[in-house]
């Protein structure tokens, strides 16, 4: 069943019984595979635990993002440990929020991202990788003035109040769903395959409801700044799509002609997070990397 893996047997089996998997069949038959799969995973290809831990490295980051919101802390330090530096959170604070709506739109989310956070540390066992530094200040600003929605020497706070949050969180939904679909076709461990579609479902439906309520909001002028800004970090395809078009449409899905979701390597995820086009491997909302194998973002300069 399981062609390559993350790191050893044990956290084979970590990962199933995380996902609900755990019958005697299928804990020996990852044992059984485990040297080849190990192999394989050596071989210069790109591991399964290497993109969970990516996706890790990345739900971390919404976590903290919505938690802090929500409660004004971040995640409980037992969460944060693993593989790698463990690091700190710069920034964050508790939302004014001035309705009930977008209260429980950030609390419901919330709750998913930490959910995530320790489904895939449960999941990778002794592999998972710490929490790298997080920035939840300086970044915002950087990715609101590269959008035009501030000048210089302006500042913008995703916590000031409840139209700033949801900007700020349109900038890390629509980065999700293309991730985990970017990440999709490099993992070839169906198990594995399974549990990143179903946090790719969830990251679109999140995804679905901030769109929506920034155009309930009258937002759809600076969420599409947004867009085109992450754009233009991204590559030089203009696939990223704000949440109305150049006609005034309504554009809640961010779909291709064929009505699918577009997808980003994870070095193009990497150049978005980064707020950086180029090749780096630091930046933006990871000032001093993120955790794992997977840190380098593509050169689109």
Sequence with gaps: ?????????TDRRNFLRAAGLTGAGVVAGSALLGAGADKAAADGTISDGAILNFALNLEYLEAQFYHY????????????????????????????????????????????ELAHVKFLRSALGDAKTAMPNIDLKNSFTTAARAAGLIGAGQTFDPFKDENSFLLG????????VTAYKGAAPLISNKTYLDAAAGILSVEAYHAGIIRKALLDKGLS??????????????????????????????????????GLAYSRAPGQVLNV?????????????????????????????
């Design 1 to 9: 069943m399981i062609s390559r893996s993350a790191e050893n047997g």
């Design 69 to 112: 919101a929500v409660y004004g802390y971040g995640l409980d330090a037992s969460l944060l440990t693993g593989k790698d530096s463990n690091g700190r959170v710069t920034g964050g604070a508790k939302v004014p929020f001035s309705s009930k709506a977008v209260q429980g739109i950030a609390t419901e989310i919330a709750g998913d």
């Design 169 to 176: 969180a349109f900038i890390f939904e629509d980065v999700g």
């Design 221 to 258: 002028s600076a969420a599409n700044a947004i867009s085109n800004a992450r754009d233009s970090l991204d590559g030089k395809t203009d696939d990223d799509q704000g949440i109305t078009g150049s006609s005034g449409a309504v554009n809640l899905v961010p779909a291709d002609a064929n």
């Design 273 to 301: 997070v980064y707020l950086n086009p180029g090749q780096v491997s630091e930046g933006g909302f990871f000032p001093n990397s993120i955790n794992g194998t997977l840190r380098v973002s593509q050169n689109n300069s």
